[in-house]
């Protein structure tokens, strides 16, 4: 069965870091781009970043607070994330289209596979 799992969420003052890390099962995770994406409360997936098959990040937020990674060893992408905002909360997803390269735009409705989330939550 092919599954994505986050781990590493939780609450954080403003100002901090976080990693957050997405484990992944079931299918061929070195030849799949990994993308994270933020669900605020009340609001739609949004995507933060994504990372190719071969190790070449995309972001779609501001790159000086997020970092992406992937260990294909392990089957984990990670996102690091530091000065966090309040504004940084939310439940954080990973997700893959099941192809190599990243999308130019990304699109919560073009995810093939999905996590289940990890909450993130930053307190001023």
């Known amino acids: 069965e092919m599954q994505l799992v986050e781990s590493g969420g939780g609450l954080v003052q403003a100002g901090g870091s976080l990693r957050l890390s997405c484990a992944a099962f079931?299918?061929?995770?070195?030849?799949?781009?990994i993308s994270w994406f933020r669900q605020a409360p009340g609001e739609e997936r949004k995507g933060i970043s994504c990372?190719?098959?071969?190790?070449?990040p995309t972001y779609y937020a501001n790159s000086d607070y997020f970092t992406i990674s992937r260990d294909n060893a392990k089957n984990t992408v990670y996102l690091q994330m530091k000065s966090l905002k309040p504004e940084d909360t939310g439940v954080y997803f990973c997700?893959?289209?099941?192809?190599?390269?990243?999308?130019?735009?990304?699109?919560?409705?073009?995810?093939?596979?999905w996590g289940k989330g990890t909450p993130v939550t930053v307190s001023s």
């Open positions: 997700a893959t289209e099941l192809r190599g390269w990243c999308p130019r735009l990304p699109k919560a409705g073009n995810q093939a596979l």
């Open positions: 079931g299918f061929t995770f070195d030849a799949q781009a």
């Open positions: 990372i190719s098959s071969v190790d070449e």
